[in-house]
């Protein structure tokens, strides 16, 4: 196995172990967003705090909310994997351009 290899699965490994060892090691599984913690900790200092501005959508469940993040995370990943796709694809034609130019 050569070191790529190696360095790849010691990524994903370590991946792995950020999100499995919190739930092994039972950590509270009450997660909150800092957009929830900011409202909260400004709602405790200021209870007469008025928001300038409310939501332009507001989803009618957190399922939906985490739905509508994760299709947003999947469409960002997806457009970062074609970006880099391209490139690599360009490198590529450009080598082969390179070794047909210095080939007899």
Same mark, same amino acid.
């Given at each position: ?5 190696? +360095?790849? *699965? ?10 499995? *060892?919190? *739930? ?8 909150? #967003?800092?957009?929830?913690?900011a409202t ?8 007469? /705090? ?5 939501? +332009? ?7 939906i909310e ?10 960002? @990943?997806? +457009?970062? @994997? /074609?970006?880099? #796709?391209?490139?690599? #694809? ?11 130019? +210095?080939?007899?």
């Amino acid at each position: 196995m050569s070191r790529r290899h190696w +360095v790849t *699965l010691a990524l994903v490994l370590g991946v792995v172990a950020l999100f499995a *060892l919190p *739930l092994l090691f039972g950590a509270p599984s009450d997660y909150a #967003g800092t957009d929830s913690l900011a409202t909260e900790a400004i709602e405790a200092s200021n209870p007469d /705090y008025v928001p300038w501005f409310d939501h +332009v959508f507001s989803p009618g469940s957190t399922e939906i909310e985490s739905g509508l993040f994760a299709l947003q995370a999947a469409i960002g @990943g997806g +457009v970062l @994997g /074609y970006v880099l #796709g391209r490139l690599r #694809g360009r490198r590529a034609q450009r080598e082969t351009a390179a070794k047909d130019d +210095v080939a007899p």
